[in-house]
T-cell receptor, first 115, second 109 residues
Framework: NAGVTQTPKFQVLKTGQSMTLQCAQD?????MSWYRQDPGMGLRLIHY???????DQGEVPNGYNVSRSTTEDFPLRLLSAAPSQTSVYFC??????????????FGSGTRLTVV | KQEVTQIPAALSVPEGENLVLNCSFT??????LQWFRQDPGKGLTSLLL?????REQTSGRLNASLDKSSGRSTLYIAASQPGDSATYLC????????FGKGITLSVRP
């Protein structure tokens, strides 16, 4: 199994450009989420999805869009990149069984620089 | 709002020491707690997952405990090695996963 795959690994954008960060998982996990990691701030939740067609906002959603048309894919769109969006972005997935939720699996990250 | 605290932010120990890394959280209504390891410039690797009904989990030299009522978890690392040097993050889950800021561990040869 590939687990959670993120592309690209590195990206440099100019202010105002848009782009999509890709995330795909092959574990049939219903729960997927996007985090950003910044020095001194830790990991913060951007958006999450509990299944295909269902998304919701996390702690820092402004400037980002998501959609979940399939169980496997959960792309993150930057609408108009700003220097404040320079960060490392992680995608993660998880699943539930009965009454319990199981652990998260993380992708290897996308390092984004906005100049 | 759930808050997760890990203190100290950094720790340096000589090789061979037994370590305890602490994690505290403010809301005990959690589904589970997960410990991760992150190497510099890399993603997060799951180490141990403790469901809310469990008290501890073990994997090799690692042992994690959970005390929900007091809002605390510890990660015990036995006989530390230089290869254990990394940042260790704990995260608690209710509807969402909330992370601490991590403890950066350096194990000196």
């Amino acid at each position: 199994n590939a687990g959670v795959t993120q592309t690209p690994k590195f990206q440099v954008l100019k202010t105002g450009q848009s782009m999509t960060l890709q995330c795909a998982q092959d574990m049939n996990h219903e729960y997927m989420s996007w985090y950003r990691q910044d020095p001194g701030m830790g990991l913060r939740l951007i958006h999450y999805s509990v299944g295909a067609g269902i998304t919701d906002q996390g702690e820092v959603p402004n400037g980002y869009n998501v959609s979940r048309s399939t169980t496997e894919d959960f792309p993150l769109r930057l609408l108009s990149a700003a220097p404040s969006q320079t960060s490392v972005y992680f995608c993660a997935s998880s699943y539930s069984m009965g009454q319990g939720w199981y652990g998260y699996t993380f992708g290897s990250g996308t390092r984004l620089t906005v100049v | 709002k759930q808050e997760v605290t890990q203190i100290p932010a950094a720790l340096s120990v000589p090789e061979g020491e037994n370590l305890v890394l602490n994690c505290s959280f403010t809301d005990s209504a959690i589904y589970n707690l997960q410990w991760f390891r992150q190497d510099p410039g890399k993603g997060l690797t799951s180490l141990l997952l403790i469901q809310s009904s469990q008290r501890e989990q073990t994997s090799g030299r690692l042992n994690a405990s959970l005390d929900k009522s007091s809002g605390r978890s510890t990660l015990y690392i036995a006989a530390s090695q230089p290869g254990d040097s990394a940042t260790y993050l704990c995260a608690v889950r209710r509807s969402k996963l909330t992370f601490g800021k991590g403890i950066t561990l350096s194990v000196r040869p």
